[in-house]
């Protein structure tokens, strides 16, 4: 009998929709997981940009976390938006108490709009003490250059060295992998990179011409956290989240959703495409 997976994101929130916890519950909820939530910072913001941040008291974000562990067996979590040095040092401590067997980690820095949601302060501690946590982690390109203190990837060469050294500021065990995401690449084509020390795994696709990509990298992964239990292997977990992924895009002209970045289409294998009327 299959096992419905219950999955735990722990991000901030969005009110479009677009991005954050309400989008990892969406999009866990498509893929066939039972979705909860932490909320871990509050913003004001919709397609165009961010207008407010109002952080949540670690405190209580504790509380939320050891209240749901209390009860639910969590079988995969997601991290989005933490935003501030103590918010991170609290989901440590958390995570680390009740281990979760899979941890995915999307440092979330710089919103589609270009607003910083990550404080300076906070990326040192995600470097030092999350990413050893994580057993998975999806940096964009520049999320890359930050932690490696570099500038960010150009070529597809280039990310090899980068995920390579990424691959080493993670616990030294077997199990943790690099999602590196190719979608800052010049060019047509966006190949994601991934690696666990050993296998390094090219994931080649078309980009596809839109602005709807508000929230690709909390759909994404959100998406691995929804997939890794249910799948045989992290390859293809990884496989069958970027194909959702680049669906979603591919779909997302379908909605009206705002004036700027707009989202994607998170129950695009759902909702039937509305009729045409030209």
């Known amino acids: 009998m299959h096992n419905i997976p219950n999955t735990l994101t722990i991000a901030g929130v969005d009110p479009s929709g677009g991005a954050g916890v309400f989008a990892d519950i969406?999009?866990?909820?498509?893929?066939g997981a039972y979705a909860t939530?932490?909320?871990?910072?509050?913003?004001?913001?919709?397609?165009?940009?961010?207008?407010g941040i109002y952080p949540v008291d670690p405190a209580f974000i504790k509380q939320q976390i050891d209240t749901l562990f209390n009860d639910i067996s969590i079988d995969a979590v997601k991290l989005g938006m933490l935003g501030q040095q103590p918010v991170i040092r609290t989901v440590v401590e958390a995570l680390t108490?009740?281990?979760?067997?899979h941890i995915v980690l999307d440092p979330v820095m710089i919103a589609k709009s270009g607003d910083h949601l990550l404080e300076?302060?906070?990326?040192?501690?995600?470097?030092?003490?999350?990413?050893?946590?994580?057993?998975?982690i999806t940096p964009n390109l520049p999320e890359a250059g930050v932690f490696l203190e570099q500038r960010p990837a150009?070529?597809?060469?280039?990310?090899y060295a980068v995920a390579e050294k990424l691959r080493r500021l993670m616990a030294d065990t077997d199990h943790r992998w690099v999602l590196l995401k190719g979608g800052h690449l010049p060019g047509n084509e966006c190949t994601d990179l991934l690696y666990n020390g050993d296998q390094m795994i090219e994931m080649p696709a078309q980009r596809i011409p839109t602005k709807n990509t508000h929230g690709t990298g909390c759909t994404l992964s959100a998406a691995l956290a929804a997939l890794l239990p249910q799948s045989s292997s992290v390859p293809q977990a990884a496989k069958a989240a970027k194909a959702y992924l680049y669906n979603?895009?591919?779909?997302?002209?379908?909605?009206?959703?705002?004036?700027?970045h707009g989202p994607v289409h998170h129950f695009h294998a759902w909702w039937k495409p509305l009729p045409s009327t030209d």
């Open 248 to 260: 979603a895009i591919a779909r997302s002209n379908e909605l009206r959703v705002g004036s700027g």
């Open 120 to 136: 300076k302060a906070a990326i040192a501690e995600m470097r030092e003490a999350l990413l050893p946590l994580a057993t998975m």
């Open 154 to 159: 150009e070529t597809v060469k280039e990310m």
């Open 26 to 31: 969406k999009t866990m909820s498509a893929l």
């Open 37 to 51: 939530g932490v909320v871990a910072a509050l913003t004001a913001q919709n397609t165009q940009g961010v207008t």
């Open 97 to 101: 108490h009740w281990q979760p067997t």
